[in-house]
């Protein structure tokens, strides 16, 4: 099974990017890579999700190598109330689940 | 769209008895759903497999008699926490898929805070 891993924690102010690297050197040819956004006490929140190249929505882009092994979530321009946990998730497509790696603990300061 | 719903939000109550835990999919169906636990500061451990119509399948470790999970309805999981003890206290969450979409997007719901005195 692949295996994700992010920073455990990162640090940023009001207004600036924000990038987020997850590293998954096993992910398997038909994986998906999903970031998940959570507050305390919170179910977690679908963030963005890709499988190649870049894809961007309203919130976030993600940015996929060629090989796939890594994946980036970027957020521009955060505001305090995006510290959260991120999470990187790959889809094992065999095995139909969803598993969670420690998750990236962003704080946004003023 | 894509809501998923988890009563109650909290609930506190003694060792020794039962408590039930329902997830539902508002605006969609789904033969899967996916209950996790989450423990403070720490982040979310897959339990088990609601599977609708059959038996679950229960994660490496996760007494399946213990975490009793029934899939009755394509909206409905239920997830009943069986003679629960103090170190049962935690965060539970639940997640499904719409039907026919795949697995890979999970849409969680708002999760359930059991405390057991």
């Known amino acids: 099974l692949a295996k994700t891993t992010q920073p455990i924690s990162m640090d940023s102010y009001e207004g600036q990017e924000v990038n987020i690297t997850c590293s998954h050197n096993?992910?398997?040819?038909?994986?998906?890579i999903t970031w998940y956004q959570q507050f305390p006490s919170q179910g977690p929140r679908f963030i963005i999700q890709?499988?190649?190249t870049k894809v961007t929505n309203e919130v976030a882009s993600l940015f996929i190598p060629a090989d796939r092994k890594s994946s980036t979530l970027s957020l521009p321009r955060v505001s305090l109330s995006d510290t959260a946990v991120y999470y990187c998730l790959v889809f094992y497509n065999q095995g139909g689940k969803l598993i969670f790696g420690q998750g990236t603990e962003l704080s946004v300061k003023p | 769209g894509a809501v998923v719903s988890q009563h109650p939000s909290r609930v506190i109550c003694k060792s020794g008895t039962s408590v039930k835990i329902e997830c539902r999919s508002l605006?969609?169906?789904?033969?899967?759903m996916f209950w996790y636990r989450q423990f403070p500061k720490q982040s979310l451990m897959l339990m088990a497999t609601?599977?609708?119509?059959?038996?679950?399948?229960?994660e490496q470790g996760v007494e399946k008699d213990k975490f009793l999970i029934n899939h009755a309805s394509l909206t409905l999981s239920t997830l009943t926490v069986t003679s629960a003890h103090p170190e049962d206290s935690s965060f539970y969450i639940c997640?499904?898929?719409?039907?026919?979409?795949?697995?890979?997007?999970?849409?969680f719901g708002p999760g359930t805070r059991l405390l057991v005195l």
């Open positions: 096993n992910i398997a040819t038909n994986d998906y």
């Open positions: 890709g499988y190649k």
């Open positions: 605006d969609f169906q789904a033969t899967t």
């Open positions: 609601s599977n609708e119509g059959s038996k679950a399948t229960y």
């Open positions: 997640s499904a898929d719409p039907l026919g979409q795949g697995q890979e997007t999970q849409y």
